[in-house]
Nanobody, 122 residues
């Protein structure tokens, strides 16, 4: 069982930046992908970014060039640097992990963090 603990988030103005962090505890092992999803009120949870064990990354189109996902395997941690924030980025952000390759579908991830609120004001 892997537990994911998120930190960061909060309130930012449009055009500003925030950084999210997530640390994995428990039977983390190796060769697991980590990802960030987000869920806005009344909407389904959507993929934001993911990073493989080897550091390969993938992003949803709406955050490309603005968000950067990175990881530290020695620390079992992943981060999401969010720049040029927009009001439409407002959501609860979740960290997730799964064995093997990255994926963009929430049901393919078996460990989730508790979520952290990101609010961007215009």
């Amino acid at each position: 069982q892997v537990q994911l603990v998120e930190s960061g988030g909060g309130l930012a103005q449009a055009g500003g930046s925030l950084r999210l962090s997530c640390k994995a505890f428990g039977r983390t092992g190796s060769n697991y992908a980590m990802a960030w999803f987000r869920q806005a009120p009344g909407k389904e949870r959507e993929f934001v970014a993911a990073i493989s064990w080897s550091g390969g990354t993938t992003y949803t189109d709406s955050v490309k060039g603005r968000f950067t996902v990175s990881r530290d395997n020695a620390e079992n941690a992943v981060s999401l640097q969010m720049n040029s924030l927009k009001p439409e980025d407002t959501a609860v952000y979740y960290c997730a992990s799964r064995r093997g390759a990255v994926g963009t579908v929430p049901k393919n991830y078996d460990s989730w963090g508790q979520g952290t609120q990101v609010t961007v004001s215009s």
